[in-house]
């Protein structure tokens, strides 16, 4: 492969994903100007070890790995990754299922229709932890597997299981609070009348 | 763990065992005979249903709450510059 063949595939399979990344690197900086950088970074990596890339692997996930791994780089010095594998995201879902009962008869009933839904989702993202917001970013978004997921953030894949679960269920509680801030939904219903 | 009994109908299944297949039912990540005890639960509990129809929107909801960055034209002309200084040839 000649050096032009070699950046022509580059540009086919890494530059063409540069929207991804941008939004994988937004996900996990929060911060767009740090997100730019990540991505910057990210590429710089991507390019320099180019040749070990193995032909017809999947480009993005790759680089979604790399970025992920410049991240946790720079913020080394921050608190330290909340390692919750050993958390019983069943009882999560559990958890999650008692509230929407609740949410319910507080009149949650149609909320997804009577809140702005799309500012809501990506406020209650924007809450959550890293770790449980790259999960959802990676299987709810990307569409990647628990498999793959688990091979771009180094875990098993019961860890990208167990975060996802609790990651859609803050999402879930965080779609509530919304809704109660909007005054959609009193939580819990109040007893007696004169409540209009 | 839930089985089908012995006729080999999906066997019952409390709200509590649905809630804790919710996600991994959604995923379609259950085993067969979990998958169809999760559904008839589903189909015949109304509290279970709302909740995984809730659920179920919620995900379908997420993609686009969350879209792709667009061209990002300034930031896609840095990183060409930048990789220009390792040999890169622009198109
Ligand atoms: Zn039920």
């Known amino acids: ?196 | 763990m839930t089985t089908t009994d012995e006729r080999g109908s999906p066997a019952l299944i409390e709200c509590e065992a649905a809630a804790r297949a919710l996600y991994d039912y959604l995923d379609g990540r259950l085993p067969m005979a979990t998958e169809a005890s999760v559904y008839w639960h589903i189909e015949t509990c109304r509290n279970c249903a709302s909740h995984f129809a809730f659920a179920r929107r919620v995900l379908d909801l997420v993609p686009s709450a969350v879209p792709l960055a667009g061209e990002a034209h300034a930031l896609r002309a840095r990183i060409v510059e930048s990789l220009k200084v390792e040999g890169y040839a622009e198109r």
């Not at chain 1, 991240?71 to 995201?89: I, K, M, N, P, Q």
Request: proline residues 4%.
């Open chain 1, 1 to 196: 492969m000649t050096e032009l063949e070699r950046d022509a595939a580059f540009d086919a399979q890494v530059l063409a994903a540069l929207p991804h990344v941008v939004r994988f690197a937004r996900a996990l900086a929060h911060d767009d100007a740090l997100a730019d950088d990540l991505v910057q970074e990210t590429y710089l990596r991507a390019y320099r070890s180019w040749a070990t890339f193995r032909a017809g692997a999947d480009a993005r996930r790759w680089l979604f790995t790399i970025c992920r791994n410049v991240y946790l780089r720079h913020r080394e010095r921050e608190s330290r990754v909340v390692d919750t594998s050993g958390e019983d995201a069943e009882l999560e879902s559990l958890a999650a299922a008692v509230e929407h009962g609740q949410a319910e008869r507080s009149g949650l009933g149609d909320l997804l229709d009577r809140i702005e839904v799309a500012p809501a989702i990506r406020s209650a993202l924007a809450a959550v932890p890293e770790v449980y917001r790259t999960a959802v970013i990676l299987v709810d978004v990307e569409g990647e597997s628990y498999e793959a997921a688990a091979e771009v953030l180094g875990v098993p894949v019961g860890t990208v299981r167990s975060r996802l679960f609790r990651a859609r269920r803050l999402l879930q509680q965080s779609l509530f609070k919304y809704a109660v801030d909007a005054g959609i939904v009193r939580t819990p219903a109040p007893p007696g009348p004169g409540a209009g």
